[in-house]
């Protein structure tokens, strides 16, 4: 199959690549960029780990094809740290507060909730409950993940 | 879609992306239609002011769709193309008797949900037509309307979902009710028998009775892993007195959660 090429944004930096029009969004990001903090787990929709930014708004990205990404300005967990290489606010409060023990799930939790702090930096825990509903994590019980919104939270208006 | 390409319960030589067609992202009102476009998406229709004052029970219905990461990129053409019985806005448009818009190269055509919808994850659409518009009917201002739904987490396939609408009398009985079902039976349903039954009656725990039972005499569920098909019926005739007591408190003029 002839490759489509595709040019998008990805953490800032501009992507001009060729790709199978068959390829999904989350495997480009992953096998061609080799940015591998977006995970991959049900490749259905469900789980979330493989939530990213895409122009702004957190999206699946297993449930996007690269080609449809042409264009688009596109952010994953690796955006996330700060330019001298220390965890950003929300990353240190998960890790402080234990909010990760395997980690499988976590680049999909801290893109859903660091866009959601961008629209509201002072949510109550039912706000923060329903912002990871559609995100699964099997080993934390989500308590620690919600202390750790709330950190992040604080830091924020602080 | 993508969910059965990566399944491999589909596996399409051709794809043509959509997505990028101008002009099929709208929400405006006309006449007595809230007139939605194919592309428009599903965190739209959930932002948007004016769904919320001339459809109520499309605003409440659409925070049931998946999640956030999904409607931000989900679309309400593709709700309605996809024909899953258990979706939401399948369930909406035929409890209100909304309106299909296709179109093909030679123009367009509209169908009502009873036409569109054949059977599970399978509508009249042809391989030439695609979905252009969805015309969703204002729901007066007096109308009372409620969407309730079961689901095993918020966010999961609905197992069970009723939509109502309802209009009282100047007396307090029902002049109007509207009220379908989705998640039990192959395609979303209107339950008209159930409508009958109510028209010109008063509210009451007795006649709400009466159209649980006639309502789990209609449906017809399967079970799967999620639920027996004797819990699915159960839960219809419960849904059902949920909806519509929901329903007749906001046409009464009270608030519920």
């Keep these: 199959m002839d490759g489509v090429k595709i040019n998008l944004k990805v953490n800032g930096q501009d992507i001009s690549r060729e790709v199978d029009a068959r390829l999904l969004l989350s495997d480009f990001i992953r096998e061609n960029l080799l940015l591998t903090g977006t995970h991959i787990g049900c490749e259905h929709g469900v789980c979330g780990a493989c939530t990213i930014h895409v122009n702004g708004d957190p999206v699946r990205s297993c449930l996007m094809l690269a080609v449809q990404a042409d264009g688009c300005e596109v952010k994953t967990v690796e955006s996330l740290i700060q330019e001298n290489g220390d965890l950003n606010h929300l990353q240190q409060a998960f890790s402080d507060n234990h909010a990760l023990q395997c980690g499988f799930c976590t680049p999909g939790f801290l893109m859903t909730v660091s866009s959601f702090l961008e629209e509201n930096s002072n949510p109550c825990e039912a706000e923060i409950r329903k912002c990871i509903s559609g995100n699964l994590c099997r080993c934390t019980g989500y308590s620690n993940i919600i202390k750790a919104v709330k950190q992040a939270a604080q830091t924020v208006s602080n | ?257």
Excluded at chain 2, 24 to 43: F, P, Q, W
Excluded at chain 2, 151 to 159: N, T
Aim: proline share 5%; hydrophobic share 40%; net charge negative.
């Design chain 2, 1 to 257: 879609m993508i969910p059965l390409l990566n399944m491999r319960l589909s596996t399409p030589k051709y794809i043509i992306d959509i997505g990028r067609v101008g002009g099929l992202s709208y929400i405006h009102a006309d006449g007595e239609s809230l007139v939605i476009g194919a592309l428009t998406k599903h965190r739209d229709i959930e932002k948007s002011k004016l769904v919320k004052e001339k459809c109520p029970l499309l605003s409440e219905a659409i925070r049931w769709v998946g999640h956030e990461q999904i409607r931000n990129r989900g679309t309400v053409g593709g709700s309605i193309a996809h024909g899953d019985p258990s979706a939401e806005l399948p369930c909406v448009l035929t409890a209100l008797r909304g309106e299909i818009v296709l179109a093909d190269e030679n123009g367009e055509e509209i169908v009502s949900p009873e036409e569109f919808f054949l059977t599970y994850m399978l509508t009249s659409l042809q391989p030439d037509q695609l979905v252009k518009e969805i015309r969703f009917p204002i729901i007066k201002p007096a109308s009372g309307s409620a969407f309730v739904e079961v689901a095993r987490r918020h966010g999961d396939f609905g197992l069970v979902e009723v939509a109502a609408v309802v209009d009282l009398s100047e007396e307090g009985s029902f002049s109007e009710v509207k009220l379908a079902i989705g998640g039990v039976n192959s395609i979303p349903t209107a339950l008209e028998d159930v409508e009958r039954l109510l028209f010109g009656k008063e509210p009451n725990e007795e006649l709400f009775k009466k159209a649980s039972d006639l309502t789990m005499e209609l449906v017809e569920p399967e079970s799967d892993l999620h639920g027996t098909a004797e819990y699915r019926r159960e839960l219809s005739g419960t849904m059902v007195i949920r909806a519509l007591k929901k329903a007749t408190i906001r046409a009464q003029g009270g608030r519920v959660m």
